[in-house]
């Protein structure tokens, strides 16, 4: 992966991450309903587990090319462009003009926070 620019690297290991993040955070509500909340628990753990195998390098490897700022902009913008498609196709839910607005906002975050 180092053959990739810094930037390429860094959203990368974050949609990854965010992948992983997504079904530890979600997942269980739709798969382990019926079983006990500390079953969940400890499923989303070994989930979230591997997220931070991801999520820690990516910042690592963004930070310096990114400021701090930058990178939860992209966090958050990459949480949402996961997160749609995962209640959509996963999870049933159906797509909302909410979302627009949403990812509209992040749009204005990410200028704000890219534009110096």
């Known amino acids: 992966m180092s053959a990739l620019p810094v930037p ?3 959203i990368a290991l974050l949609v990854a991450s965010n992948v992983f993040m997504t079904f530890a955070w979600y997942a269980h509500l739709k798969d ?3 079983r006990p909340w500390w079953i969940a628990a400890i499923a989303s753990w ?3 587990f591997f997220e931070y195998l991801l999520q820690v390098p990516a910042n690592r490897i963004g930070y ?3 400021t701090l700022p930058q ?3 992209l ?3 990459i949480t949402l462009s996961v997160f749609v498609p995962f209640a959509m196709l996963y999870m049933g839910q159906s797509l ?3 979302y627009l607005w949403a990812a509209l906002c992040l ?3 990410v200028y704000f926070a890219f534009r110096s």
């Open 64 to 66: 310096g090319h990114f």
């Open 46 to 48: 070994g989930i979230a």
């Open 107 to 109: 749009l204005g975050a």
């Open 32 to 34: 382990l309903a019926s």
């Open 96 to 98: 909302k003009l909410d």
């Open 75 to 77: 966090q958050e913008v």
């Open 71 to 73: 990178l939860k902009i």
């Open 8 to 10: 390429l690297q860094t």
